[in-house]
């Protein structure tokens, strides 16, 4: 065959040389009509000349034999002349083809030795090739008179020519790139003299050698693929091993090689050859790399390249990202931008969400028209259509929806003059579209019912006689707003508006990001209380790729998780041991199992995670973050995993064996499992499994206490200094000169005993004799006063930075001696660098703490108690007491600069000031604002800090805003006060223009009459903020 063409291919052409074949039969249709259907199958070549199609093959040139097609036998219909066969060019009946018979090298032990004339003043040979393998021997040919050899071997693809001989430099030659890519491929060496050279499918390459006086002879004999063993005497050598192919057309000084005498063995010798056949296997077709993943192969197998997927293993099966927020959220993350592949090592790809980390975990997805609209001009003949594309497709969108616990997107929709149902008919002026392509007559916050609005459910419409506001066609703005949460209908893909064509009638609408929580599958679990239960489901089909996943936690010594059955084939997943997961599996070539070992116990009522994944080339099996174990699958062999059982979870078809426990989170090749569905109606087992916070309350910090919920924890962050999801974002302030926090633990002896409140626990009849104070602190103000704690029996603990700088905490418990006084003086703390400072007193002992390396422990004489508790200062103290000079001295200063994290063993007076979940006896003088204490290095340390806006659903970072600078002094109050007034006028003066502006665009754009203006939540916020005949129940949520 001296071309590659196409053979045959389904086509409606003929071309010339070619054989053309036609089939004709009948389909029968509904409504006795038929449709004739022609085959046209088209052997050789295509397409017609006629036909503007081109492609990249040329016709085929050579001989066919044994041509079938469905039994067919083409060839025996064209010679009988059958008419269904068409013969177009030179087609004849016989071969003139010369028959090349191609050998197989079948492992590296393979070679082919050819004995040739010896003494030749020139070595040369030729021959086709074709292997997947980058490296291996192709050709050897030893030297006469001289030690060394002609080498041609293939390394890393390319071909290599190399000249050896004793005690000088190699001669080489590189040429050619990828010939390992299982095509036929021509090559010609030859060495004389002076020259070397390469020819490969036409290319020549040549070299130049330095020889000097000497001359090139042969040795007399040609190795092939590989060389015998040292055992033969041979000299033949090669660095890179044997070689896996086929050859064919070997000839030797230009005399083509007599394969048939070496098949006889009256030629040569080899080993290990198959001739008369090329044995090459195609590993590559059908491409068993899933997702994207790029094959390559060699002899003996198949290698997938993962690069850039968003997938890992054997054949890029499994999915490296998480499959929701919640997943996300669990392994400890904090809000942001996160990959989510919801269906796993599903078919749908990932796609790039914000997820916002609350008590539950928020997905939110984006759209194009989150921008406020305003519609005028529409009737039914002529409507607005507004359309809605997602940052990620609509298969991942639903794939997304169907995990969330609940979804939700707020559609606001303004309105005047403009109705949404025709009072006539009935007939909606104005709809939307979901993710079902249905359209939907019903608005936010109302259930799935046609034509209604969240009015109309709670009874407050502008007009009772109407189900939404703006049916009651006011000529005043009016809104029906609020949010879709009927999942099956989300998202909005489509809103339609027909009703703004009269005279001063006009809508405008704002559709929200979709927002989903939670993960139904992710806490979704069921509890096995006899060894006799289980849960059955459908047989599950993962012929050539197959992966299961969950979490179990269990206190019993072994049991099976998973077992589905076929007629030889099965898999099964157990508990061994209370140390040992198996994997055990058939696919036809023999029961095998592997095994995950741990130096732990995995019987500690503790969740386990348990990864199983079974391919083409291998099966593996990991358990938390234990090492993977694997088994590489036999070369060939058995591959599809052929099973047809139900799939029982939690037992085995013989109720022996059984697992006690629970079981959460199984998934299968992406797909989860409803247990909790099944185990209700299961005898045994029960849905649902308590116990989340013995294995994720570590999550919980600084503090924070886990608490379970029914699907999952949450961390209780009421006795902590910190807040957020984990209890880890910590509560920071700037306080600005002369300002404080006063946390009054009572408010007199006589009161507190009769208290129920958190200070009642340090009333006057109780000894406080241990407390443990933690926080952070940053300034460069010296004295200050960091904490006053003080007594109805004027005993005291002053925390304070002295006029050197130095951090000096001042002990004070017994009324009648000097106070204890620990000083820290190596360096200033008044530096605008952020101090972490941890005080624990247990009776006389006093354990310091600074910046988590410097410590010291003291004893205190001045007692062991300290009795009723009144207050906790921060920052100034503003009433006088019976304090030391210093401690006097800081007070009166107070505190400028941050504070953080402030906590009295379970109380946090910060946290109480700024986040009160309950009324606090707290009391904020001056200027105290939320905050953060980490600033950028070179900054001033009271003017760096930056205020926080609370982080909501947009899925953007949070906005700081600079804080006004501290005041330096008190002498700087009058200035202070005069640039607030002259502010306040300047931004009256502001706010004016910007109302006239506003009335001058609106007014142009009425005249305009245009669709859609910009800036029109401006104008639209200023209609309605003159508007005074709107009612007031009606909520504006845009604003």
């Known amino acids: 065959m001296t071309s590659i063409g196409i053979l045959w291919s389904s086509s409606v052409w003929a071309n010339r040389s070619t054989l053309q074949w036609t089939s004709t039969g009948i389909v029968s249709m509904h409504r006795e009509n038929s449709i004739t259907w022609i085959l046209i199958m088209s052997f050789g070549g295509i397409p017609a000349p006629e036909k503007s199609v081109s492609f990249q093959y040329k016709n085929f040139h050579g001989c066919l034999e044994n041509l079938y097609y469905n039994g067919v036998d083409i060839i025996g219909l064209a010679k009988q002349q059958n008419p269904q066969i068409i013969t177009m060019g030179n087609v004849s009946f016989s071969c003139s083809q010369p028959q090349w018979m191609p050998l197989t090298f079948l492992s590296s032990r393979s070679y082919l030795a050819l004995l040739a004339s010896p003494r030749e003043e020139e070595i040369s040979a030729s021959f086709q090739f074709r292997t997947w393998n980058k490296a291996g021997l192709l050709l050897f040919s030893e030297l006469q008179l001289v030690s060394g050899g002609l080498l041609l071997l293939l390394s890393d693809g390319k071909l290599k020519l190399n000249l050896l001989r004793q005690g000088k430099l190699p001669s080489d030659i590189t040429a050619g790139v990828g010939m390992n890519d299982g095509q036929w491929h021509s090559i010609s060496v030859s060495a004389k003299r002076n020259h070397l050279s390469v020819v490969v499918d036409g290319h020549v390459t040549t070299a130049s050698l330095l020889l000097g006086p000497e001359q090139l002879y042969s040795g007399g004999t040609y190795y092939f693929g590989g060389c015998p063993d040292k055992s033969f005497g041979s000299k033949c050598t090669s660095p890179v091993g044997g070689f896996q192919g086929c050859m064919r057309l070997i000839s030797i000084s230009n005399e083509v090689v007599d394969l048939i005498s070496v098949q006889q063995g009256s030629l040569g010798n080899f080993s290990d050859l198959q001739i008369d056949s090329c044995g090459i296997s195609d590993r590559c077709l059908p491409n068993y790399c899933e997702h994207g993943g790029a094959c390559s192969q060699s002899w003996s197998t198949f290698h997938c390249n993962c690069t850039d997927t968003g997938y890992t293993g054997a054949t890029c099966h499994s999915s490296i990202y998480e499959q929701s927020c919640e997943a996300y959220k669990h392994k400890g993350n904090t809000s942001g931008f996160y990959y989510i592949d919801s269906d796993g090592s599903g078919p749908l790809g990932p796609s790039l969400l914000y997820c916002n980390m609350t008590e539950t975990a928020w997905t939110i997805i984006q759209h194009n028209g989150s921008d406020l609209t305003r519609v005028r001009n529409t009737d039914p003949e002529n409507p607005h259509t507004g359309v809605f594309e997602y940052v990620t497709g609509m298969e991942q969108l639903q794939a997304t929806i169907n995990r969330a616990e609940h979804c939700e997107q707020e559609l606001a929709y303004y309105c005047k003059k403009s109705r949404l149902v025709n009072p006539q008919d009935g007939t909606p002026l104005s709809w939307w579209v979901g993710r079902t392509n249905e359209t939907q007559t019903y608005w936010g916050g109302s259930l799935p019912d046609p034509q209604k609005c969240a009015c109309g459910l709670e009874g407050s419409c502008t007009d009772a006689q109407y189900h939404c506001n703006c049916d009651a066609d006011r000529s005043e703005w009016t809104n029906d707003t609020g949010f879709l949460s009927y999942k099956e209908h989300l998202p909005v893909t489509k809103i339609v508006i027909t009703d703004t064509g009269r005279p001063h009638s006009e809508a405008a609408y704002r559709l929200g990001p979709l927002l989903c929580r939670g993960d139904r599958s992710f806490w979704n679990s069921a509890s096995f209380n006899t060894e006799a239960s289980y849960l059955h489901f459908p047989t599950f089909h993962g012929e050539l790729s197959a992966d299961v996943s969950f979490f179990f936690k269990t206190t019993a010594l072994s049991g099976v998780f998973l077992e589905n059955l076929g007629i030889t084939d099965f898999i099964r997943i157990e508990l061994r041991s209370p140390t040992t997961v198996t994997f055990s599996f058939d696919v036809g070539n023999g029961p095998l199992e592997i095994s995950v070992q741990s130096p732990t116990h995995f019987n500690d009522n503790q969740w386990h995670h348990v990864r199983v994944e079974r391919n083409m080339k291998e099966a593996s099996i990991q358990v938390d973050q234990l090492s993977p174990k694997t088994q590489a699958a036999p070369t060939d062999g058995h591959v599809l995993l052929q099973l047809n059982s139900q799939l029982f979870v939690g037992g085995t078809a013989t109720r022996q064996r059984g697992f006690l426990g629970c079981i959460r989170s199984l998934q299968l090749n992406g797909m989860a499992l409803d247990l909790e569905e099944r185990a209700m109606v299961t005898p045994g087992v029960q849905p649902g499994c308590r116990g989340h916070c013995g294995s994720y309350g570590k999550l919980c910090r600084n503090g924070g206490k886990c608490r379970e919920k029914p699907s999952g924890f949450f961390c209780d962050c009421s006795s902590s200094a910190y807040t957020g999801p984990f209890c880890s974002h910590e509560i920071s302030a700037y306080f600005g000169s002369g300002s404080s926090v006063i946390y009054?633990?009572?408010?007199?002896?006589?009161?507190?005993?009769?208290?129920?409140?958190?200070?009642?626990?340090?009333?006057?009849?109780?000894?406080?004799?241990?407390?443990?104070?933690?926080?952070?602190?940053?300034?460069?103000?010296?004295?200050?006063?960091?904490?006053?704690?003080?007594?109805?029996?004027?005993?005291?603990?002053?925390?304070?930075?002295?006029?050197?700088?130095?951090?000096?905490?001042?002990?004070?418990?017994?009324?009648?001696?000097?106070?204890?006084?620990?000083?820290?003086?190596?360096?200033?703390?008044?530096?605008?660098?952020?101090?972490?400072?941890?005080?624990?007193?247990?009776?006389?002992?006093?354990?310091?703490?600074?910046?988590?390396?410097?410590?010291?422990?003291?004893?205190?004489?001045?007692?062991?108690?300290?009795?009723?508790?009144?207050?906790?200062?921060?920052?100034?103290?503003?009433?006088?007491?019976?304090?030391?000079?210093?401690?006097?001295?800081?007070?009166?200063?107070?505190?400028?600069?941050?504070?953080?994290?402030?906590?009295?063993?379970?109380?946090?007076?910060?946290?109480?000031?700024?986040?009160?979940?309950?009324?606090?006896?707290?009391?904020?003088?001056?200027?105290?604002?939320?905050?953060?204490?980490?600033?950028?290095?070179?900054?001033?340390?009271?003017?760096?800090?930056?205020?926080?806006?609370?982080?909501?659903?947009?899925?953007?970072?949070?906005?700081?805003?600079?804080?006004?600078?501290?005041?330096?002094?008190?002498?700087?109050?009058?200035?202070?006060?005069?640039?607030?007034?002259?502010?306040?006028?300047?931004?009256?003066?502001?706010?004016?223009?910007?109302?006239?502006?506003?009335?001058?665009?609106?007014?142009?754009?009425?005249?305009?009459?245009?669709?859609?203006?910009?800036?029109?939540?401006?104008?639209?916020?200023s209609e309605l903020n003159i508007q005074n005949t709107v009612n007031e129940s009606q909520k504006e949520y845009f604003f």
């Open 744 to 1021: 009054n633990f009572q408010e007199n002896y006589s009161l507190s005993k009769n208290s129920s409140s958190h200070a009642a626990s340090f009333h006057g009849d109780m000894k406080l004799s241990r407390e443990m104070i933690k926080f952070s602190f940053r300034t460069t103000r010296a004295p200050s006063l960091l904490l006053y704690m003080s007594s109805f029996y004027k005993e005291y603990l002053s925390v304070i930075i002295a006029k050197n700088g130095s951090l000096q905490i001042r002990y004070k418990l017994n009324r009648y001696q000097e106070p204890d006084v620990v000083n820290f003086d190596f360096k200033s703390m008044a530096d605008g660098q952020l101090h972490h400072v941890k005080i624990n007193r247990e009776e006389g002992v006093v354990f310091v703490e600074i910046d988590e390396n410097t410590r010291r422990q003291v004893l205190l004489a001045s007692g062991t108690e300290f009795s009723a508790i009144k207050s906790l200062v921060l920052g100034r103290i503003l009433e006088h007491s019976d304090i030391d000079q210093e401690t006097a001295l800081a007070g009166a200063q107070g505190f400028t600069g941050c504070l953080s994290a402030v906590q009295l063993n379970h109380m946090a007076p910060l946290k109480a000031a700024l986040h009160p979940s309950h009324p606090a006896p707290v009391t904020v003088t001056g200027h105290v604002t939320e905050s953060s204490c980490v600033a950028p290095a070179g900054t001033d340390a009271t003017s760096r800090e930056r205020t926080h806006s609370f982080a909501d659903h947009s899925g953007t970072k949070d906005d700081r805003e600079p804080l006004t600078h501290a005041i330096k002094s008190d002498s700087a109050v009058i200035g202070g006060l005069i640039a607030v007034v002259i502010f306040i006028l300047l931004c009256i003066a502001a706010i004016a223009v910007r109302i006239y502006q506003q009335k001058r665009l609106y007014k142009r754009n009425e005249a305009k009459r245009s669709e859609n203006v910009e800036s029109a939540q401006d104008v639209l916020k």
